[in-house]
């Protein structure tokens, strides 16, 4: 069965300085992973997606994630966090044998300090 | 433009008065889907739809109804509301199963007194 495990609930950077938001799946298969961010009292935007091509995904902002299958982890990063980074960010995974189900982790939520 | 609506994006109701919220996109999608949102639990998917007249139960679908009777449209159906259903409610669309990057509604938020 798919799950998605987000190390942290909330995470806390200085402006300027890098972010790393962990995700760890599971899946039986080659699955799709992404990340989606959410802004206060706003929807879901697609910040990247891994689909078995390159494991060094690159996403808009700034953003990146690793797909590791050895340790099927699919971390999120960004070298220098900006202000307008502060929002919830969901690691999302889904596969065919899930049967297409969708599966999100918990969330984490990056506060960003000037 | 390119979007995924839902209506009413605000409702407060009371245990067991049946409602609806209507869920419609324009970017000829197969697939749809429907998840709530509560603090802590990240979104959950509800129901999906891989197409018209096609739809599976996700993770929490107690409670809930769906129907995809046209490609565009995917109403979400509470027969007896009760109040562990108040929660944010995303409907969501992609162009097809396995390829389920989504794009999502504004949000609904519910309230069931």
């Known amino acids: 069965a798919q799950s998605v495990t987000q190390l942290d609930s909330h995470v806390s950077v200085s402006e300027g300085t890098p972010v790393l938001l962990r995700c760890n799946y599971s899946?039986?298969?080659?699955?799709?992973l992404f990340w989606y961010v959410q802004h206060p009292n706003k929807g879901l935007q697609l910040l990247l997606k891994y689909t078995s091509a390159a494991t060094l995904v690159k996403g808009i902002n700034g953003f990146e994630a690793e797909f590791k299958k050895s340790e099927t982890s699919f971390h999120l990063t960004k070298p220098s966090a900006h202000m307008s980074d502060a929002a919830e960010y969901f690691c999302v995974v889904s596969d065919r044998a899930g049967g297409f189900k969708t599966i999100f982790g918990a969330g984490t939520r990056l506060f960003v300090k000037a | 433009e390119a979007q995924v609506t839902q209506n009413p994006r605000y409702l407060i109701t009371v245990t067991g008065k049946k409602l609806t919220v209507t869920c419609s996109q324009n970017m000829n999608h197969e697939y749809m889907s429907w998840y709530r949102q509560d603090p802590g639990l990240g979104l959950r998917q509800i129901y999906y739809?891989?197409?018209?007249?096609?739809?599976d139960k996700g993770d929490v679908p107690e409670g809930y109804k769906v129907s995809r009777k046209e490609k565009r449209n995917f109403p979400l159906i509470l027969e007896s509301p009760s109040p562990n259903q108040t929660s944010l409610y995303f409907c969501?669309?992609?162009?097809?199963?396995?390829?389920?990057?989504?794009?999502f509604g504004p949000g609904t938020r519910l309230t069931v007194l």
């Open positions: 739809s891989m197409n018209v007249e096609v739809t």
């Open positions: 899946s039986s298969y080659s699955p799709s």
């Open positions: 969501a669309s992609s162009p097809a199963a396995g390829t389920p990057e989504q794009f």
